[in-house]
């Protein structure tokens, strides 16, 4: 059975940092396309960023180039998101989210991804 468990989320004002973790279980994230979404309230869940399986490539949003990474942690089976230089359109509720095993697509689109965390809140107060 896997299992994707977020922590990290909270209450930061804006410019400030804050650093997610997933942790997965019942799959290898070193097999996996993983990604980074979130939700704000009323809207579409949206892609933030993603790391390939099969070269360790990135790929993150326009809106938060530069001010995001994400990496992978295969030795811990884990994924984080590191959120530099916050801003209050970035509150949102945030999701890990992973694929299927050696999954060959696109990256930035919620069905590219088989299974999702329950979410992690982060505020940014002006």
């Known amino acids: 059975q896997v299992q994707l468990v977020e922590s990290g989320g909270g209450l930061v004002q804006a410019g400030g940092s804050v650093r997610l973790s997933c942790a997965a279980s019942?799959?290898?994230?070193?097999?996996?396309?993983m990604a980074w979404f979130r939700q704000a309230p009323g809207k579409e869940r949206e892609f933030v960023a993603a790391?390939?399986?099969?070269?360790?490539?990135?790929y993150s949003a326009e809106s938060v180039k530069g001010r995001f990474t994400i990496s992978r942690q295969n030795a811990k089976n884990t994924l984080t998101l590191q959120m530099n230089s916050l801003k209050p359109e970035d509150t949102a509720v945030y999701y890990c989210?992973?694929?299927?095993?050696?999954?060959?697509?696109?990256?930035?689109?919620?069905?590219?991804?088989?299974?999702w965390g329950q979410g992690t809140q982060v505020t940014v107060s002006s």
């Open positions: 019942g799959l290898t994230v070193s097999n996996c396309a």
């Open positions: 989210a992973a694929s299927n095993p050696y999954y060959s697509g696109k990256y930035y689109f919620t069905q590219d991804y088989e299974y």
């Open positions: 790391t390939a399986w099969v070269d360790g490539g990135t």
